[in-house]
């Protein structure tokens, strides 16, 4: 068995290739692009925003993106319990969309950031975290300037309570520390899920720790956690390296 995933293409995407890589050539899924202007999801199982600088990121990042005539059918996709991800840019139109609660500013110290990030499992009961282990640390790379996660007192509760929180920036051991947060995110949230559980968003990059070609591989975590609640076959999902090349 093996699920559909559709990689949406905006202006100015520029990880929409190493999104489609992950999962058509290291995950043997079925993966179409997905042009900005569609009017169809084309019956994918699976929407991923990708990160990159939608429209130049100008207004602001997101901002523009979330007018795409495709948006349209990702919220009502996600409205019927389509599962979709947002990866950095991506996390960014899904709040300027209003799927996930919260905003993303510019980064405290005002700088671009772009390094690897150790990041502590806040759960492991959803689609996007039951192969990983609670409390385990992942080291996954991040690449923005606008990723200071900012929510109000009243939402920063109810996400704590939902057990919305899915990945908080950490120190090697799991401590959380001022020090290991890299953009002044509130509560040091690196990613999060919405109420339903099927949208999530995130601002590093998985689906650049998951080749092992490239070194690090973490970022599978999240994939084969999905995968796995799509009852895809844990024999079919990988490629052996000679078989994707």
Same mark, same amino acid.
Request: include cysteine; hydrophobic fraction near 40%; glycine fraction near 10%.
């Given at each position: ?42 019956? *994918? =199982?699976?929407? %991923? @925003? ?8 100008? /207004? ?79 080291s996954i790379p991040i690449a923005h300037g606008e990723g200071?996660?900012? *929510? =109000?007192?009243? %939402? @920063? ?8 929180? /899915? ?79």
């Amino acid at each position: 068995m093996k699920s559909k995933f559709g990689v949406v293409v905006f202006p100015g995407s520029n990880c929409d290739h190493d999104a489609y890589h992950t999962l058509k050539h290291i995950y043997n899924q079925e993966t179409v692009f997905l042009w900005h202007k569609n009017s169809s999801l084309e019956d *994918v =199982d699976v929407v %991923i @925003l990708p990160g990159g600088f939608s429209y130049g990121d100008y /207004l602001r990042c997101g901002a523009i993106a979330r007018f795409s005539p495709i948006m349209k059918e990702v919220v009502r996709f996600a409205e019927r319990g389509g599962t979709v991800i947002g990866i950095c840019n991506g996390f960014q139109i899904l709040c300027e969309a209003g799927l996930l609660p919260g905003a993303l500013l510019r980064n405290e110290q005002l700088t671009f950031a772009c390094k690897f990030v150790n990041l502590r499992v806040e759960t492991t009961e959803t689609m996007f975290t039951n192969q990983c282990k609670a409390g385990e640390v992942l080291s996954i790379p991040i690449a923005h300037g606008e990723g200071n996660y900012y *929510v =109000d007192d009243a %939402i @920063l509760q109810e996400l704590v309570a939902n057990r919305q929180i /899915l990945f908080r920036y950490c120190e090697p051991d799991g401590t959380l520390t001022q020090q290991a947060n890299p953009n002044g995110s509130r509560s040091n949230i690196a990613g999060i899920v919405n109420k339903l559980g099927n949208v999530m968003g995130m601002m590093p990059h998985p689906e650049r720790a998951a080749d092992p070609a490239l070194g690090p591989t973490d970022g599978q975590k999240i994939f084969a956690s999905l995968l796995a609640h799509l009852g895809v076959n844990e024999a079919t999902q990988q490629l052996e390296f000679a078989e994707r090349i």
